[in-house]
């Protein structure tokens, strides 16, 4: 036996194989997506921008939120340096190809990029560019505070399924679980003042769903100790507190 170069899973020895099974098949759709869906989405967000900053007019109401990211060009410019690098390694010459021509060559080429004795670096290396790709293409609205960067401190944001997230800003990588866990942690430190639905709409931020319903029940059982201001309807809530309670409600 030996083991998977990607998930570290023994796997039986296959000749000139690096990568199991199911490896080989996500590093293949990872492949496909890529060509196929996230470079022309890229490619028509930068199309996009181009045409805002041109008019100086606002996206029309009733488009697509604008996705988070400004980096769309970096993000091309590295998914195409990854298509031409694998094309190049099935044919010296195919590193001068277009993005499109690269990445059509790759797909004819199935074994030889699957069993490059490069595929689990390779296939790394894709994960990480895929990864940012989804991200600047999902709506900012879909996208929640994770928590914050250990190593910057500036703020994570991802998808609320996020297994891991890159940093923005330093590019260093890091669980989802465990950087949603220290955020909340911190959001005991965290009061909002508003009613019960600012409550809930802040608490929608880091991918924390509950109603405002929920929330005047709590406050009317005497379940949740938010503080009420002069103000009607108004309380100073803890965060922490909030996402506890929830946690327990489930
Ligand atoms: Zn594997
Ligand atoms: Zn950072």
């Not at 923005?168 to 669980?175: D, I, P, V």
């Not at 866990?181 to 929608?204: C, F, H, M, N, Y």
């Amino acid at each position: 036996m030996t083991n998977c170069q990607h998930c570290q899973k023994p796997m039986k020895p296959i000749a000139a194989n690096l990568l199991c099974a199911s490896c080989r098949e996500n590093y293949w759709a990872l492949i496909r997506q890529l060509g196929h869906v996230q470079l022309p989405a890229l490619s028509s967000i930068m199309l996009k921008q181009a045409h805002i900053g041109a008019t100086g007019h606002a996206p029309s109401r009733g488009s697509a939120p604008m996705p988070i990211d400004t980096h769309a060009q970096a993000l091309i410019t590295d998914s195409e340096a990854w298509l031409a690098e694998q094309a190049g390694k099935i044919r010296s010459a195919y590193a001068g190809y277009g993005w499109r021509k690269a990445w059509l060559a790759i797909l004819s080429n199935r074994h030889t990029i699957l069993d490059m004795p490069t595929a689990a670096d390779d296939y790394a290396a894709l994960e990480h560019i895929s990864r940012r790709n989804e991200a600047a293409l999902t709506p900012e609205d879909e996208l929640i505070i994770l928590g914050t960067c250990p190593t910057c401190r500036h703020q994570l944001t991802g998808t609320p399924d996020a297994e891991s997230v890159t940093c923005q800003h330093c590019r260093s990588e890091w669980a989802a679980p465990a950087i949603k866990a220290a955020r909340d942690q911190r959001l005991w430190q965290v009061q909002i003042t508003g009613t019960p639905s600012d409550a809930a709409k802040e608490l929608k931020r880091y991918g924390l769903t509950i109603s405002r319903n929920l929330i005047s029940q709590w406050l009317r059982r005497g379940k949740l100790h938010a503080t009420p201001t002069k103000h009607k309807r108004q309380y100073t809530f803890n965060l922490g507190e909030l996402a506890a309670l929830l946690d327990c409600h489930r």
